[in-house]
């Protein structure tokens, strides 16, 4: 009781604003007492005009003249030489959100553990018996708890000891006898850890999902960068060539420009977006661990199993395990477009124009959240499947051979007995001078002994062994004599066998990778097939060899 005693003393003799013990102790007119230096600097940093005390806030006009109140200095004084400590701070006492001892009286002190035995709060002091007697040994104490009394039983008042997993709740061990009889019953512990098990597996699942995220994240950050850089790059090189072509493509160029930043800003918009709705996924994932982290800290069973229904489920995510996206091509198809119409002049800009501008807008980042990543289109069964895509496709002169003919509206080439950049200068071969990036099929007729059907970047070497169709990484060909097939690629040759035949068809779906060659007559057999990845527009191609007169033709497709 003494000790009491001496705390509210001490209480009495503070200062309400810096809380400490009073120095040179001031009264003012409606009694409250201070620290000169604390009350002048609440008055002086007062936004008021008027002073005013802190704690009633009775205003005073005009200012009152401070004087020193020598009989509370004489008072804090004879306190001080009395060699009491101050008052325990304010913290070791239990504020409103705090969880207070239940054995203190008076001014109550806060708790610091709680037992679920006894089923009451106790601070430091209080709770010495629990540690010192071995009668309080077995005794199971928590973090300080408001919700000791959610573990009795409303019906028997006992502790709840028992959850019923047919009700879903806990129960005392009277429970079983009446209300829950024949019920499915295990001990608190026992349910707990089952819970326990199952929050562990989702929080591992949910620390997966975030890391999925936090790499699709990355990845989308690094696609921009690369668009950004793609997109700059293109336009660098579109403006050059346009340079060249000043008084005739001066408009086109600004427009072709307009048009890849529009896209650009299209695709990085797009990728922004689904980056916000990963982030904030990340987010709910993270706020969903933190809670069941802290549901998982709980050591009081009860308490668990009363909050574990609370937790919302795991939603299914709205976006894939992964982001996947497509080899980073991205605008160099228009660079590749734009070079085709360099040698073309004015007459020939109107028909390409199209062609440039419905490259720029095929420009579309691959994203998993608007549309799952696209699969090859099912290649068709029969002939007449193919010439749904069928392509008819023309001879580009200023690609080919000097010994090459071209005849048939430049359908058809033939071996002869004229001269252009463009051209092939070692081997009679030939480009088309359509650029191919959808789903096509076309067919080639020979009547020669051996010809290469072929596919093509339009930057190809034009001499040299390696400008040969297959000889090099930007080329795929089919050689077909009479003695069968052979597939080349990077100069990498695979033998084919396969039926004789006058015509081959070519498929390609340009997206997805995928050229197939086939021998047509009344059925169709497949030849060869690649699955690969186009990172350019490319063009169709055919060489002929030995004998003047022989001859290949792209056929009309009906």
Known sequence: MAQKGVQLDQETFSCSICLEVLKDPVTIPCGHSYCMNCINKYWDEGEKKLPSCPQCRKTFIPKPVLVKS????????QMKKTGLQAAPADHCYAGPEDVACDVCSGRKLKAVKSCLVCLASYCENHLQPHHDSSTFKKHKLVDPSKN????????????MKMFCRTDQKCICYLCPVDEHK????????????????????????????????????KLLQQEVEAINQSADKTVEDSEEIFTELISLLQKRSSGVKQQIRSQQETEVRRVRELEEKLQQEITDLKRRDAEMKQLSDTEDHNQFLHNYPSLSPLSESTHSSSISIRPLTYFQDVTAAVSEVRGRLQDILRDTWTNISLTITEV??????PEPQPQPQPEPKSRAGFLKYSFEITLDPNTADTELLLSEENRKVTLKEEDHSDRFTTHSQALSRESLTGCHYWEVEKKAELVV???????????GDESLFGNNDKSWSLYCDSDGYEFTYNNIKSFISGPETSRIGVYLDHRAGVLSFYSVSETMTLLHRVQTTFTQPLYAGVCLYYDPGDSAEFCKLK
């Not at 000791?148 to 502790?159: A, F, G, K, M, Y």
């Not at 579309?364 to 959240?369: P, R, Y």
């Open 453 to 463: 059907v072929a596919v093509s970047y339009r930057n190809i070497s034009r001499s």
């Open 148 to 159: 000791l009394q959610d573990n009795i039983c409303p019906r028997h008042d006992e502790v």
């Open 182 to 217: 024949g019920h499915d019953t295990v001990s608190v512990a026992a349910e707990r850890t089952e819970r326990q098990r199952e929050m562990e597996v989702s929080q591992q699942q949910i620390q997966q999902k975030i890391q999925d995220r936090e790499k699709d994240v």
């Open 364 to 369: 579309d980042v691959l994203l998993s959240e």
């Open 70 to 77: 020598t009989i509370l200095a004489d008072l804090v004084e």
